[in-house]
């Protein structure tokens, strides 16, 4: 599919690294370094700007390396953009490592998934339908 884009900063578009990869590295555009430090949060920019046709959003996602080495993640993750959204593209960053993170310009930050969604049309009811799971959630059918 095409997707409409604007690019405001100097970095490459963000591409899908092989084949068979879902996401696109997201870099961040900035003048200059932000530090992150431990449990603190920040909005960086990308310098991106899309179109996305309706019935289909983009999904901010972390970069595995980043949280298993760094322990960076994006802290609304996913973050969603939605197709009527036309601002730059932001990435909620928290850090939950115990040491300092310098983001550097151009570095891949996060990852962009495009994905089709349906939307909902509630139906009232007086009663749901009956399961064997029912009621129970949050570990309810056991760790193993």
């Known amino acids: 599919m095409q997707i409409k884009i604007i690019n405001k ?10 084949i068979a990869s879902a996401g696109m590295d997201l870099r961040a555009n900035i003048s200059e370094p932000i530090t992150l430090k431990s449990l603190e949060r920040t909005i960086v920019k990308t310098g991106l700007f899309i179109e996305l046709p309706i019935g289909y959003e ?4 972390p970069r ?5 080495k760094k322990g960076i993640t ?3 993750s996913p973050g969603t953009v939605d197709a ?11 850090n939950l490592s115990n040491e300092p993170f310098i983001i550097e310009n ?8 495009i994905a ?17 799971r029912g009621e129970g959630g949050f570990g309810s059918t056991g760790v193993k």
């Open 84 to 94: 009527d959204y036309r601002g730059e593209i932001g990435v909620i960053l928290v």
């Open 116 to 132: 089709k969604h349906e939307r909902a049309e509630w139906i009232e009811v007086s009663e749901l339908s009956e399961t064997s």
């Open 9 to 18: 900063s100097n970095l490459e578009l963000p591409n899908y690294e092989t």
């Open 106 to 113: 151009g570095e891949r930050i996060a990852q962009l998934i």
């Open 74 to 76: 994006v802290l609304n």
């Open 64 to 68: 595995s390396g980043l949280a298993a």
């Open 58 to 61: 983009a999904q901010v996602r």
